[in-house]
């Protein structure tokens, strides 16, 4: 298990002139002919490919066969001793795409071939380098079977297709853009195709088809609609215009990820494309919008300026997590978007870069690249691009993109380059900025405050904590949005000391371990409104707030999101109150009864979005509060929520029941629209206060039964599912036998047990994996059953028995050889062991070891059990 290191970087010593590649499909033993033109560009004397699980049949040099003497095939590598400074290769390579289920590189997925190569799977299909850095022009022949295959598809445009003896047929393809391996794919299968068309600004007609099975072409309409808009968006804001004639996008039901961005054939999980309101809620909406966004995005910031190497993963991923976050406040309602991009990162990525497998947004090594897709170089990457983004201002980014765009189009780039040109257009000095390329850990801020002779004093110090291999952190360049208000909640102007001008709001930056900022013109002591927007993401673990500022905050913070922020900071400081009183012992806790009341007054406000309240409704995760505590407390965590939630409901009930009523009523018929989402959301979160009380079961079921759309359905099954109520399983068996054809769906049903408080859940679980519809190899069952159970269930994860940790461990062993990737995923979770108590940390190292102990371990596992181990 080598380790890959960033500081190894060697550019590959040939160039590929051009690939040319023909496929004979056939499930159990395709053969592939890959001719490679090469040219000698750096000095060594022999040439490297890269090549995994294949049978290699012939090695061909300028049309010769060569000798075996000649070449060395093994260890993942094709070694041609002694090559000519140009030449052309020949390499015929053979394997079974039907026995793939790591689903990398060539597969098979009900009955139609796919390919997924990001990583690193186009050297599961033929020897090449396969590495980013490494581009070229690609033409594709494709045969197969003409009647199980219909549709053969490939990247860039058709050039000629017909047919072939015995019921085969062909197609060639022709991709005029240089591209990385990684973006090749082909697909053939028997497809029903949904067709469209978007003209451009510079008036070219684009083709836009969508591949689906046969019957599912009427799902398809909200994801069409969602690329045209990404479309035209792509073009107004950042000025960047399709570049081929032909798009399209291809549904396959086994995937590892969301969704792969190949030049101009995107291929997806059907549960990223397929949407309609009997099957999907509002939050699958909007998660197909955002992908089919984001894949499409990718065509600039991926596909024409790729990444140099693995490890600037984040120039494409962070940067097109920003443009989609970007799109998606555009097409709905901005704060609510960024609360939810700020529970996601908080509930994710904090919990990551504060455990064992921190790593930086530029990761500096690593033994698996597919271990790196994470929370971080996405997410926290896209935090990244938004802080420059609010550094410059829309203009200067804008600047900076056409600038990187004009320097490194057709190339394959670095974080440093997108870094320089942000720097270059902005004119600003972003050298202490891009640590946070280079240093991982959450920033925490301590914020104190004086205020004397009318002079208001914010002290701001910032640490962050060691990481693995990581000990020593210097301070960042933090852009922190503050404003004030005063006690009426009227905002108050903020003028630094020696500036003349005063604003609502005003972006401090910190380059210091500790900095003070005064601020002048005030008659009276303001109440601060730290980092508005969430404009860093660090955690504010000390500020000079009382009960009372939160509540003013949050009824009258001019900025939407940080109302919302300090609603949650004034649940989580009750909260961990609260399990503090119960670990102690203690029957007295804080008194809710404020914040209850100041929540009450949020969600009753009718000048308030609905989307929004609903979000003020919500209060943090589990996951959030485990993050505050130095020894996690996952019952009192649990214990405490739910209490605070019995509180709330008690407190509010007639109001509960309104909202339930009225917005219900406001939502009217259903459209995947943001507005009637916001209202059903309200609603729902009216009805899971009220669903506490089990006798409001029947008006849960009542709900079920009359929906109109699954995002009702599913509010009043989630109600259900926590309930000892003959209702619950009345309505979970009508959901299975309604969708027990489609898997897809089923998968919800499978998630809704694997939620579940009741103490039979693992029993249930293990049953379930017999379900005729359960299958290992399928990674959206496996996330649904098994990856719910541990990222979403912490009650009945961490159960004393350890049990859940076994059963864990027991299918991570299976998917080591199955689908390490997906093993790898699951594993992550047991990383947490060290803020656990004794027993259960004893429980976890236990099962950890267990998967050390076990021979054959795939790199991918390999890598994160020792690490989450160490
Ligand atoms: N760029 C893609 C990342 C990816 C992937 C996708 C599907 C299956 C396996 C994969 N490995 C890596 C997805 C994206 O960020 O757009
Ligand atoms: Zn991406």
């Known amino acids: 298990r080598r380790v890959i290191r960033l500081s190894e970087y060697a550019p590959y010593p040939f160039r590929v002139d051009s690939l040319a ?39 061909a040099l300028d049309g010769e066969t060569l000798p075996a003497d000649r070449y060395t095939a093994g260890d993942g590598k094709l070694v041609v001793r002694g090559v000519p400074d140009a030449f052309t290769l020949d390499v015929v390579t053979e394997f079974a795409p039907a026995e793939n289920t790591k689903l990398e590189g060539l597969y098979v997925s009900d009955g139609m071939f796919c390919t997924q190569c990001e990583a690193q799977g186009f050297r599961r299909i033929t020897y090449f380098p396969d590495r980013p850095d490494v581009m070229t022009r ?80 009427p799902r398809c309409t909200f994801a069409m609609e969602s690329l045209k808009k990404a479309m035209k968006w792509d073009e107004d804001v950042y000025g960047l215009e399709y570049d081929l004639d032909l798009f399209n996008v291809v549904a396959v039901s086994a995937f590892n990820m969301g969704a792969m961005e190949n030049k101009s054939l995107n291929i997806f999980n059907a549960k990223a494309i397929l949407a309609d309101p009997d099957t999907a809620t509002d939050a699958e909406y909007e998660y197909v ?69 921190a790593h930086p947004v530029r990761p500096d090594s690593y033994i698996e690249i597919n271990n790196f897709y994470t929370a971080t170089v996405y997410d926290k990457g896209a935090e990244v691009i938004r802080m420059m983004h609010r550094l410059l201002g829309a203009e200067a980014y804008r600047k900076g993109i056409d600038l990187y765009v ?20 902005g004119g600003r000095d972003l050298s202490q900025f891009k640590l946070w390329y280079s240093q991982a850990g959450t920033p925490q801020l301590r914020v104190t405050e004086t205020y004397e002779d009318g002079v208001y004093a ?51 930056e910190l380059r210091e371990a500790e900095q003070t900022f005064r601020f002048t013109g005030l008659a009276e002591k303001p109440v601060p409104s730290l980092n508005r927007g969430f404009t860093a993401p660090v955690r504010l673990v000390e500020t000079p707030h009382t009960d009372a500022d939160r509540a003013l905050l949050m009824a009258h913070d001019p900025d939407t999101f940080a109302r919302w922020e300090a609603g949650q900071q004034y649940a989580v400081d ?117 669903g506490l009380d089990a006798a409001n079961a029947k008006l849960a079921l009542e709900q079920y039964r009359a929906a109109d759309n699954m995002t009702d359905a599913m509010a009043a099954l989630r109600v259900l599912n926590d309930l000892d109520v003959p209702e619950r399983a009345e309505a979970l068996d009508h959901f299975h036998d309604r969708f027990k054809g489609d898997p897809l769906v089923l998968d919800k049903w499978f998630s809704l047990q694997a939620m579940s408080q009741r103490p039979d859940t693992l029993a249930r679980l293990k049953d379930l994996m017999g379900h005729p519809a359960f299958s290992m ?79 054959d371990l795939a790199p991918d596992v390999y890598e994160i059990a020792s690490k989450a181990r160490a």
């Open 458 to 508: 914010l002290t701001i110090r910032q640490h962050t904590d060691p990481t693995p291999g990581q000990p020593d952190k210097r301070p960042l360049h933090i852009p922190l949005e503050v404003g004030f208000l005063d006690r009426t909640g009227q905002p108050l102007p903020v003028r630094l000391e020696g500036e003349d001008t005063a604003a609502d709001s005003r972006v401090l």
């Open 777 to 855: 190899r399928n990674p959206n069952r496996v996330r649904a059953l098994i990856g719910v159970f541990a990222n979403a269930n912490p009650v009945r994860f961490h159960a004393e028995d350890g049990a859940g940790y076994a059963f864990l461990v027991d299918r991570v062993l299976e998917l080591n050889s199955l689908n390490p990737q997906i093993g790898a995923r699951l594993l992550q979770p047991m990383g947490r062991w060290r803020r656990m108590e004794a027993a259960r940390k004893a429980l976890m190292t236990r099962e950890l070891d267990r998967v050390l102990a076990t021979p």
């Open 574 to 690: 009750l909260l961990l109150k609260m399990v503090a009183a119960r670990a102690a012992g203690s029957n007295e806790g804080p008194d809710t009864a404020a914040f209850v009341e100041a929540l009450g007054s949020s969600a009753a406000d009718e000048s308030l979005d609905a989307a929004f309240r609903a979000q003020v409704l919500t209060l943090p995760s589990d996951d959030f509060l485990a993050e505050q505590m130095a020894v996690i407390d996952i019952d009192g965590i649990h214990a405490a929520r739910e209490a605070l939630r019995r509180d709330i409901a008690r407190a509010h009930g007639a109001l509960f029941r309104r909202l339930r009523d009225t917005h219900r009523a406001a939502a009217g018929p259903f459209a995947p629209t943001a507005e009637g989402a916001g209202h059903r959301a309200l609603a729902n979160a009216a009805l899971s206060y009220l």
């Open 406 to 425: 004009e320097r490194h189009d057709g190339t394959a780039a670095t974080c440093d380059d997108f870094a320089a040109a942000m720097a270059d257009a």
């Open 21 to 59: 590649l023909a496929f004979d499909l056939d499930p159990a033993k395709t053969r592939v002919q890959a001719t490679l033109r090469l040219t000698r560009t750096g000095t060594a004397a022999d040439l490297e490919l890269d090549g995994e699980d294949m049978t290699l049949v012939s090695v």
């Open 289 to 357: 919008e955002s992908v089919v966004a984001h894949e499409y995005f990718h065509n600039w910031t991926g596909n024409r300026i790729t990444c140099r190497d693995w490890f600037q993963l984040s120039l494409k991923e962070g940067l097109t997590v920003f443009r989609d976050q970007q799109f998606s406040a555009d097409m709905r309602s901005a704060p609510v978007e960024r609360i939810n991009q700020v529970r996601s990162l908080r509930g994710r990525q904090f919990p990551e870069d504060g455990g064992p497998l």
């Open 138 to 217: 690609y033409t594709v022949t494709l045969r197969a079977d003409k009647a199980a295959y219909p549709v053969l598809l490939s990247n860039g445009n058709r050039i000629e297709q017909g047919d072939l003896d015995g019921g085969r047929h062909f197609a060639v393809w022709e991709d005029p853009f240089n591209k990385p391996s990684y973006l090749f794919a082909l697909v053939a299968g028997d497809l029903e195709r949904v067709q469209d068309g978007f003209r451009t600004r510079s008036g070219r007609d684009i083709e836009l088809n969508i591949w689906v099975e046969h019957g599912n072409g």
